[in-house]
């Protein structure tokens, strides 16, 4: 008998074929709405093996239920979305998608921490809205992105891939992570930096770690007081890394200059948030690995994982 297999999205159906050739596969037919829970609930009790996105949170007490799963393959790089001590203590293996986002994720980066500094939706909103009567010295004046400092909290893959990118802008890159990673600041030429200094020396500061019991609110308060008021904070890695109660208050008595989010504390962000009504916030619909090519590659490897998982083989990017 083939293994049983639960998709939670509607995913390419060459991609579903290949699974198929392997597996009984059920799938949410949906594109564009999550699987309710009850769902997942339901389905978890029979299947062998989960493809599941960040959308869903495969809580303990959703693993509790499952007598024969095996692989749990995520779709993404970040796993924050999984318990994954409770997936441990079942002898369930979870399965991510590193590597194939990084440089997609990285260009993201880059393309939001320019448009934030050179205020890029306020200034076509401003056209668009029939604002625009002349030019004058001062209008619509951000900061400069050659010759900055930018600093990277989370020297990992992303991390990497952004500080190249900033090099060919003649950006002075320093850089602050758990471990220090030497051969890095060897081929780079960026410095290693204590997080104190981080904060005080950064006029762009990248969030680029994962999102962990260590790194919840990382960037709060106090952090955000040490900032520059002329610096720019940009979070690509995960919402809950920064308080965004603390950002908003910030944002708004100007201790930083503004703020580029591609992810969120609460995702969907609801449309009445604080943050999203602050002209020096540029806020993106998690788009951060979103290509044609990058979310294919995504799927692909997020079903060879799942398949050979569950077909007695390592699967090639495991967590646990
Ligand atoms: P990675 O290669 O694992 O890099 C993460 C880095 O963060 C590692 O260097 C790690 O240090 C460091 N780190 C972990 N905890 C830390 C802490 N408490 N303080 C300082 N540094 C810490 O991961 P990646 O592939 O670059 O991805 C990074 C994150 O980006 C993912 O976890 C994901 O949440 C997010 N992401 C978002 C999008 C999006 O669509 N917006 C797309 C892709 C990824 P060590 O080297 O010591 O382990």
């Known amino acids: 008998m083939k293994p049983k297999v639960y998709i939670t999205r509607k995913i390419p159906s060459s991609i579903v074929e290949k699974i198929e050739n392997t597996c009984d596969v059920e799938m949410w037919q949906e594109e564009n709405i999550p699987v309710p829970k009850e769902v997942i609930e339901n389905k978890i009790q029979e299947i062998d093996g989960l493809f599941c996105l960040l959308t869903e949170s495969i809580d303990e007490n959703l693993l509790e239920r499952a007598n ?117 600041e060897e081929n780079l030429h960026i410095t290693f930096v204590e997080m104190d200094e981080l904060l005080k020396s950064s006029d762009f500061l990248c969030i680029l770690t994962p999102y962990t019991k260590e790194t919840h609110h990382l960037i709060s308060k106090d952090e955000l007081s040490i900032m520059k008021n002329t610096a720019v904070l940009i979070n690509t890695a995960r919402g809950g890394i920064v308080d965004e109660q603390a950002l908003y208050q910030a944002l708004v008595n100007k201790d930083i200059w503004a ?19 602050l002209q020096n916030v540029v806020s993106l619909p998690h788009i951060g690995s979103a290509s044609v090519k990058t979310r294919l590659k995504m799927c692909e490897v997020a079903a ?9 083989e390592k699967p090639k990017h495991v967590v646990i």
């Open 304 to 312: 060879e994982n799942l398949t050979r998982g569950l077909n007695n």
């Open 259 to 277: 703020a580029g989010l591609d992810v969120f504390e609460e995702e969907p962000i609801p449309v009445t948030h604080p943050l999203l009504s």
């Open 68 to 184: 024969n799963l095996k692989v749990i393959s995520n779709m993404a790089v970040g796993y924050n979305n999984i318990d994954i001590e409770a997936a441990k203590r079942k002898g369930i293996t979870v399965t991510n998608t590193p590597g194939i986002l990084t440089d997609t994720t990285a260009d993201l980066t880059f393309a939001l921490l320019m448009a934030t500094a050179r205020r890029l939706v306020e200034s076509s909103d401003y056209l668009q809205k029939g604002e625009w009567d002349t030019w004058s010295p001062m209008q619509l004046t951000g900061q400069d992105i050659h010759g900055a400092t930018l600093g990277i909290i989370g020297m990992g893959r992303i991390g990497e891939a952004v500080a190249k990118r900033a090099l060919g802008f003649d950006m002075k890159v320093i850089y602050h992570n758990r471990s220090r990673k030497s051969d890095i």
